[in-house]
């Protein structure tokens, strides 16, 4: 039900955009996030966004990410600036729905290596 895309090779500095399509959700969708999971760790939320605007963000991304969304079209992206080796790592969307589920879309992997 959700499509990830944007993810690649980037050298350290650069910048991905990763944009997720929930449009395929059934019911109405409250929080909308990204989580990543490097090798060997666990997987860890990046950032998330209220459908009121409300964002959060992982403190190893303040001032490099931006959430936004567009709820008109249920969708989501992260721009992702400055990139560093330690952001490598398999990203996932994720929507919480106002009746409690959860919703995972693929991982699209984003490495960041000279």
């Known amino acids: 039900q959700l499509q990830a895309s944007g993810g690649g090779l980037v050298q350290p500095g650069g910048s991905l955009r990763l944009s997720c399509d929930a449009s395929?959700?059934?019911?109405?969708?409250?929080?909308m996030n990204w989580y990543r999971q490097a090798p060997g760790k666990q997987r860890e939320l990046v950032a998330g966004?209220?459908?009121?605007?409300?964002?959060t963000f992982v403190d190893s991304v303040l001032g490099r990410f931006t959430i936004s969304r567009d709820n008109a079209q249920n969708t989501v992206a992260l721009q992702m600036n400055s990139l560093k080796p330690e952001d490598t790592a398999v990203y996932y969307c994720?929507?919480?729905?106002?009746?409690?589920?959860?919703?995972w879309g693929k991982g699209t992997l984003v490495t960041v290596s000279s």
């Open positions: 994720n929507v919480e729905t106002y009746n409690g589920n959860h919703y």
């Open positions: 966004i209220s459908r009121g605007g409300v964002r």
């Open positions: 395929g959700t059934m019911f109405s969708i409250d929080i």
